[in-house]
């Protein structure tokens, strides 16, 4: 099973920009999606975007779509969301996560998460 560690969390003013990024240890196969989600304190986590394979293939949530970019390196086994415009909304912890399809990571058919980092954004 993959390892996912997340890194680039922390406290940001409204209007500010993060990049989170997410390192895999191994791959479980030999193409994978990968998304993030997140999850706000008192609520449900939350699908934010997903990238295929070859990353020429993604999505977002509507709340985030036009502020932030999913992208990755697969030499590197790390993908990353650039996230633009910040508002107080976006604060919750940020997971990263492996699937077998893109669909699947929209979906929420997750093989492998992340232990997740923590997104403030102040007003």
């Known amino acids: 099973q993959v390892q996912l560690v997340e890194s680039g969390g922390g406290l940001v003013q409204a209007g500010g920009s993060l990049r989170l990024s997410c390192a895999a240890s191994?791959?479980?196969?030999?193409?994978?999606?990968m998304g993030w989600f997140r999850q706000a304190q008192g609520k449900e986590r939350e699908f934010v975007a997903a990238i295929s394979w070859g990353g020429a293939s993604t999505n977002y949530a509507d709340s985030v779509k036009g502020r932030v970019l999913i992208s990755r390196d697969n030499a590197k086994n790390t993908l990353y969301l650039q996230m633009n415009s910040l508002k107080p909304e976006d604060t919750a912890v940020y997971y990263c996560?492996?699937?077998?399809?893109?669909?699947?990571?929209?979906?929420?058919?997750?093989?492998?998460w992340g232990q997740g980092t923590q997104v403030t954004v102040s007003s």
């Open positions: 996560a492996v699937a077998a399809t893109r669909p699947a990571v929209v979906a929420g058919t997750i093989d492998s």
């Open positions: 191994a791959r479980t196969r030999s193409t994978y999606a």
